[in-house]
Nanobody
Framework: EVQLVESGGGLVQAGGSLRLSCKASGFTFADYVIGWFRQAPGKEREGVSVIRNFDGDTYYADSVKGRFTISSDNTKNTVYLQMNTLKPEDTAVYYC?????????????????WGQGTQVTVSS
């Protein structure tokens, strides 16, 4: 059974940092593309960052470039999202998702498996 479990969300002041973790199980982790997505109230789910575990290539939404860093530890089947210089507009539920196609994409509809999400709230 494929499982993705996010952790690390919370409440932080603007300018602060959080690190999200996504622990995966039930599939060959190193073969997959893993993405972080977020959904704010009343808004569509959007791609934040993606990593291709088999070659380490990373991709970021323009809104988080230079502030967020995605990384992967294939020995722990875990993907991380380091979020620095957080802004109130980063407030959302953050989800990780896995895709068994080697093409990296920010489109949520192309991902096969999803975690339950973790809330990130940034106060001003």
């Amino acid at each position: 059974e494929v499982q993705l479990v996010e952790s690390g969300g919370g409440l932080v002041q603007a300018g602060g940092s959080l690190r999200l973790s996504c622990k995966a199980s039930g599939f060959t982790f190193a073969d997959y593309v893993i993405g972080w997505f977020r959904q704010a109230p009343g808004k569509e789910r959007e791609g934040v960052s993606v990593i291709r575990n088999f070659d380490g290539d990373t991709y970021y939404a323009d809104s988080v470039k230079g502030r967020f860093t995605i990384s992967s530890d294939n020995t722990k089947n875990t993907v991380y999202l380091q979020m620095n210089t957080l802004k109130p507009e980063d407030t959302a539920v953050y989800y990780c998702a896995a895709r068994d196609n080697p093409i990296a994409t920010m489109s949520p509809s192309t991902y096969n498996y999803w975690g339950q999400g973790t809330q990130v709230t940034v106060s001003s």
